[in-house]
């Protein structure tokens, strides 16, 4: 006897949920468990989901099956179709999966079922988590990176080009206001070369590229007028089908983030796997360094960047790593307003433009203009800045910003949020830390980057020399009651350290 | 500005879920994340919670907090009461939990905060399996293994019976038609030892003890008539409270159930922390080994012996453990009325009782009675036959009927399902093997243990010389498609091995 179907609008966040009524027929014949999987059938569609079972007719009737939203997108029929319900068999890669977590190495094969079942959203809650624990505990090995990245990038879209070579950049992240692609994308696509950055919003950061650019422009274009975009204009910063590449990134993640499981694996997988997707041939990939940073020391660095070179060897994928300075943030501005103005500041060759944003952005643009086999080696540094100086880049990111669909944005008078304080020195001396996570926390409580004009203006540096009463950064908040939660975390702690000049501790980096 | 509580009825199962709305103001401006925690307070009263994102006013209002059944009674405060709700710290022992996800060991303190954090529902379904996996590949040593039984045992109630000493039996399970606790208890508490055994539904097997003694008696009573009972009648197999016996164990039983998650550890941890509360001093502890048994070799079975003997030991628990034949079922039937007709065969010194679960139950009640000082080393195996032949056990079963709550059952002709086939041998031979999950499967099939006269009847068993054609057991269904299901199953693979006398390999065990 079938039931029918209807939507539950409860957004379940990648997993599959069939909600069942306690008193259906059909729940208590079959003798279904909760949390057990079961397979729904309609119009010769047929998906896997987790049963939940529910007690309010208000949620699901009792001849009634009820689908969460992705798993009612996924099925693909309308709302009271008849549908049937029935015990399903696991998943196909479960028996690999729980070799994994018996602490066994896995196959090509095997990782290629797994991902092939997460992307297609087999795999609850409860197994997504136990696969991604299993992979952080039982030490994937570099075959089985490569495995699994390579896997990644074979499930969903993938595109082609049609040119050689494709260049992208991306950096590991945890340095706050590090927004060199939107100076790194103009100057390389002005010079010709094409580069299809997709940008992704911040997740635990107070910004990322995405937030910062919709700051200036739309972010959020369909996937194929994306496309056209970065065929005309040799590139993009853009956000939005990015899920159709590498969709079991997105999936992972989804676990990874509540448990705050970055692991080198992980890293490699989901970093690669999208930009094979994205059908990139050459990735400048930047390990920024610091006690406050991702990787906290150079023999950390050099072991993922091998691991990154072994992985992308093996993707066919051309890899060059800079290891960076991550001992503070980058530029002046945490938030997507503020990081927008240093960004066009650095555009506009402005005055007040912050010099080590400038600088790192011009070393990577260098670093990947060296793509261009016609650019000899060393030459990149002097040909980015150029292009840079001559304002071909500024007119680059005007044609992308109009390309994505402009937003008004006055350089001199940006909407930073109303309520402000200022943290002051303490004491006479010299900046010696800056404390990367702290000033990213105090800059999310202050509202960003949902309140684009909050965050944090940093006014001093490490290495400077300040006064007691000094300002050594101000916050933008957007609400009272956020200007108060930023600043009683100040107050705790204002991640600033203030010292001697020779308590500085220099990481020894290639920029 | 609070929100309104409603009561979502979605069975989360052991999850404390919080539903806001997309559009609900406070969703947008604390921009929280899908599967974040967040602290809802009302009263005084606090408790963490999941979030999830509804966009159905039908299931709650852009005004309202929903909580799942669990969080809402935890909660403890009427519908329609203002709560707030705010971004939580995560739960204290989340430090801890990452600690072991990165491989290290866990103190007594670490694993005495994640316990009371699971068992207070502080873990999202993501939390606790990232536990569980990470303690079944982290390999937990015996005394983290102790640290955890220990912690699980000491949160939630404890029972004291004022008494010394305390007698149980448990087996791990995995054998179908093992139903001995139905007649070690009536001869041990005829004896007049205090044998408090709480009883267990099936979780995948055909039936448990809850199950089988449901056909005879009431099982689910009230926490304290069940104490009464047991202090009256020196025994009870009941279900009913022991979710307040070591809570932290059924919260992750709904994790490690999906994932089968069986390892030595929780195994061990799950026993001992319910016993212990329960107030036991003395355990016996039954261990199959079998070629399809979960234990399937005898290093494997001492191995855990030992483990077991280690945190009982830790744990102040006198423990005596019995590896025992586990190559085939116990008795003639598998499914609750079948089993129940099986006990009360051999409670009644039936002609037909089944021998090996006889003889099986005296070895066993014989090791329990040797738990008194009073009783000499070798005695106990003639005491028990004594209480059996004499009809004081049965006598004992009917009080203990009685007392919870008698179920008319008539012995000659138990109500077994309707749908009936047997299986027949295919050629003539002696039966040298019986896989016990191939029949628990078949037996499930049936209907058992949902449907009470569903399952399996045994009718020839290892060792025993068949014709061909001459029937091993019969399955009875409760409906045509069950019937049908089973019947499917059987033909696939019966589950039964033919051969020659010599190829039997039998287990070396004590009994």
Redesign the interface.
Known sequence: MPLALCR??????RENVA?LH?ECDLY??E?F?????VEVRANGQRILATL?????T??VGHTQLGLS?DAFVLLGVEEGHPVSVSQAEPPVSIPAL?RK???ERLTRKDLREIVHDIAELRY????L??F???C???ELDREEIFFLSDAMARVGRRLDWHEHPVVDKHCIGGIPGNRTSMLVVPIVAAHGLLCPKTSSRAITSPSGTADTMEVLAKVELPFDELGKLVRTHRGCMAWGGTSELSPADDVLI??E?????DSPGQMVASILSKKVAAGSTHLLLDIPVGPHAKVRSMPEARRLRKLFEFVASRMGLVLDVVITDGSQPIGRGIGPVLEARDVMQVLTNHPDAPMDLRLKSLRLAGRMLEFDPDIRGGDGFGIARDILDSGRALEKMQAIIRAQGEKPFDLEKPELAPHQFEVLAPEAGVVNAIDNLRLARIA?LA?AP?ARGAGVDLLARIGDRVEQGQPLYRVHAA?RSERSFAHQCSERDSGYGIGQADEINRMNVEF
């Open positions: 539950v609008a409860i957004d379940t966040y909600y306690r208590r014949a003798g468990q909760a949390l057990s999987k939940n079972v529910v007690d309010d208000a949620i939203e729980r977590i018996a602490g609850s809650k409860i197994e988590t136990a991604v624990v299993a952080e505990l039982g989804a676990v983030r509540p448990l705050s499981i999310r509202g949902k609400y």
